[in-house]
C-alpha cells in the first residue's frame, strides 16, 4: 500500500503564517482602553479604601493597604507603595513601575481580588428607584407588588480551538418563582439605577426552583443558545482535526503489515484519536465567575373581566410583562 | 473531563507568587452539532451553592466592578503572547529577557503547531525558556493543567528553579511515588519515571502537557525510554534536543514519530521517499519541510544570535616545595595502593579521588586522608604521615596565585568554581582572611538558602565559591569572570561552569582562567582540553556534539581514569593522553562527513 502522508496533501487548510516579531509584542492600549483601566484602580482603590495618586497620565501611586498587600502577596505581607503602569510605553520610561493592564501580573492579582469579592456576593435587595423616566417605584399603580428571587450568573464562554482561543461574556438571569430566563439582566439592573438597600417591608416571596435546578436551565439554554450560534469560527478547524485523524488512520493501517518495532496495538491508535480530539477539538467552554441572587420586584396586575380574573406579571426590572 | 484556570487562589505567600491557578472541572461534552462541543462547568454549580450558603450579602458594587474588569480583560488583551504581558514585569525583575528568536518559537509552536514539536535549537539559545514560554501560555491560556516534565536527573533541579523562578509555574520535584497523582506539574527524572510503581501511575492519568529534556535518548523506538513516553497519555507534546540528527535517519524517524504519528508515514514508506543509505537522505527538501512542520532549530552566529566573546586563560601553577614534596609522595602512595585494589579486584576510587584533590587543595586531600586514616586503623602508619605533611604545608601556590588575579580586578565580582568542598572551605578561609566578601554556594545549601546566598552575592559579595553540584540552575549573567580552581575531567562540567555566566544575557565578554598545577595529572588534562581539542575556542554547543560522537561524556572521564590506572611513566602518560586527543579530534570531524545534518530546518 503506497502512503502519502497527510501533510503532503494540498488540501490542507492554510496553517497560521508565521507572524514578523514586532507583531508579538505587547500593543499599546487605545485612549478609550486607558479610560477604562484608569477607572477601574480608581475604583478599586475606593472600595479597598487605598490611597491612589497619578504621577502622570498613565503612572498611578498605589499606597496598598496592609489587606491588599496580603490579599496581593501573601498572608502577613505588611502594606506597601507600588507604582503601576497603564501601558507598556509608560513601563518603559519608568523601570520602578509594574505594568498594569489586562493580562499583566498585577493586573490579573487585583482581578483575582475582585473575583473573592464579587463571588459572595448573594441575596441582593432592588429597590428600584425609577423606571425609566416614567414610573416609580413603589408606585404600582394598583398593582401588587412582591419581590422575587432571582439567580443571576455572569458566564465566560471560551472559543478553544487547536491554536486559539476567545472568550466573551455574558450573563444569563432566572426567575426563581416562574422560571423565566433574561439575557442581558445585569444590564437592566444597572439601567435601573439600582441601589442596595435594606429589603422594604413588602412581601417576599420564596424560590419554588431550586438553585441545582436553576442551574441545569440555564445550561440548557446556554445549550440551544450555541446551537443556534453559527459555527463558521469551529469549520476551518474541525477539518483540520479531520485531515489528522485520517493520516493517523492511514498510519495505523499501514502498521499492521509491517514488521516494524511499533506498538500496533488498537489501544495505541484509541489513545492517539483520542489525544488528537482533545487538544484539536473546537469546543466552547462555558463556565460562571460570579454569581448573584436578587430579590426584584414583579407586579402583579389583576382585572375582573367578565367574572374571570385575569392577572399580569410585569417585570419593570427588564421592561416586560411575563405573561 | 476538561479542565481550565478560574481563579487563583491566594492563599499563602508561596502560592501567591508562584501563580497557583485553581482548577474548574468540567461535564462531558455536549455536541451542539458537527462543528463544535460544549464543555459545561461542573463545579461552577458546587461553587454557586457554597457561596450562597457560607457567603451571603456581600456588596453589589463588587460584583458590578468585577462583571466592568472581566469585560475590559476580554476586550483589550494586547498581546498575541498572554505570558509576555503577565511576566513582563517579573522578567524586569528577575533579569530574564526574552529574545525575539524566543517569542516567534513560542509563538509559532502554539499557533502552528499547536502544541506538539521539537526544540532543536542549539545549545545556549535557550530552549527551557522557550518550553516555559509555551507552558505558562497554555496556562494562562486554561487549556494545561496537569504538566510532567522528564529532564536527565541532574537537569531536574535546574528545571525546577527556572520554572519557579522564570514563569512562576507552581512545580514541585517528585520524590514520592504519591507525588504522581498529589501534584499537578512535576518535575522528574525520566529514569526515576520509567520504573514501577512510577511508571504505573504515570500511565494510569491523562496529562495536559508533556515536555521531555534532552530528547535525543528517545530515538532508539526499541528502548524502555521510548516504548514509556509513548505511552504517556499526553494533550501537548514538547520535545528538548539539541542534537536530534546524529548517526541515523531512522533515529529521527523514530523522534518524529513518537511526536506525531504518521508524519513521516510508515517507516516503509518514509526509507523508500527518503533514505537513500542509513546516513544520507534523498529528497530532502521535502523531508526538511515536513521536519519543520514539527521542528524548530534556532542557530548562533552572525545576523542570528551572538554571544559575547571568551577569554580563556590557562594557568600553570608551580607547586611549593612542601606542596610538590607532598604531591609525590602522595602519587607513589596512590599509584601502590591502585595496583594492590586492581589485583584483589576492589574498587580504585577512593585513591583516584584522593590524588585530584590534592591537584585541588592539600585540605581537601587531607580531609580525605584522615578519613581513611580513621577507617584503616592500625595499618594508618603511611596516611598518618601523608596526613601531617598535609596539614603542615603552610604556602599554598594556588591560593597565591588566585589572590593575585583577583587582586587584579579589585572588587569585580568572580565566581570560584572547585569540585570539592575542603577546597571550597579552604579557598573561603584565604579570601577572608585578604579582605574579600565571599560567599559559599553548594549542593548542601537548602533552596532558601541558595536564593539567600545568590543575593548576597549580586548585592554585596566580591567572590562566590561554588561546587558544580551547587551551580546547577545558577545563571549569573551579571558576572563575567570564573575562575577554574580545579579541573573536572570531564569537559562538559567545565562548560556547565563557563555556562553559568556566558549564556544568553551576558553583555560582556568572559574571562576564564584555568588553574592546573604543573607537574601533576591537572596539567596533562589542562593540554588536553587547550591545546589538543582547543575546546575553549570552540563555539557554545560544539564540545557536547563532539563528546556524544566520541561516546557519551562520562566515557571521557573513565578514559582519563584508564591511562591513570596503566601508565607506569611521566613519557606513557603523555603519550596516551595525546592519543586521547586525537580520538577526540576525530570525532570532532565526524559531523561534517554527515550529510544528514543539512536536514535541519
Known sequence: MSYIP??????????????????????????????GFQKFLEIFCQYMKMKLEWLCPNLALLHLSNEAASLLEGRRIPGYTCKLALSPQTAAKHPDAALFMPGSYHWDRILEIVREKASNCSKYVVEITALGKAVSLPETDGGLL????????????????????????LDLAINLISGDLFYGYFQSLLACQLEETPLPHIP?????????KAYDFMLQELNYMLSNESSAWAKPAQAHLELELTALAKYYAGQSTEESSFNKSQWEYDKSRRELKQRLAPRVMASPFATALIYAPIITYEMDFDGEVLALRFDPVTGQSLG | MEIRITVPILKNTRRALLDAPKFESFHDPVEINDAFRVHFSKSGLATLLHSMRYKPNASWAWHRLCREAEDLTRTHAVSRLLCLTHLSTHWERVGVVPYSHQLATAHRVIEEMRGRAILADEVGLGKTIEAGMILKEYMLRGLVRRTLILTPASLSRQWFYEMREKFRIPVVMQRSQYDWLRHECIVASIDTAKRQPHAAEILSQDWDMLIVDEAHRLKNSRTQNWQFINSISKKYFLMLTATPVQNDLKELYNLITLLKPGQLGTYRDFKQRFVQDKRTPKDSKQLQNLLSQVMIRNRRGKGTIEFTKRIVHPVAVTLTEQEQQFYRMLHNFVRTKMQTSLALKRTILPYITLLREACSSSWAAALTLKKLAEKAGPDSKDLLSLLEMAVNIEISAKIECLLKILGEYGHEKVIVFTEYRGTQAF?????????????????SLSAGRKEFTKFLFSRYGDVMISTEAGAEGLNLQYCNKVVNFDLPWNPMRLEQRIGRVHRLGQTQDVLVFNLATAGTIEEHILKLLHEKINMFEMVVGELDAILSQFGASGSLESRVIDILTKADSEEELRHEFDELGDDILKARQLPSEVGIFELYP
Open chain 1, 6 to 35: 497527510s501533510v503532503l496533501s494540498n488540501d490542507r487548510p492554510a496553517e497560521t503564517p508565521v507572524e514578523s516579531l514586532t507583531d508579538l509584542s505587547i500593543k499599546e492600549p487605545t485612549p478609550a482602553a486607558l479610560k
Open chain 1, 146 to 169: 412582591v419581590y422575587e428571587p432571582h439567580l443571576l450568573i455572569h458566564w465566560c464562554l471560551n472559543y478553544v480551538t487547536g491554536n486559539v482561543s476567545q472568550q466573551r461574556n
Open chain 1, 204 to 212: 417576599k416571596t420564596r424560590a419554588k426552583i431550586s438553585y441545582k
Open chain 2, 427 to 443: 579557598i573561603k578561609r584565604h579570601l577572608e582572611e585578604a579582605g574579600l566578601a565571599t560567599v559559599n554556594f553548594d549542593g
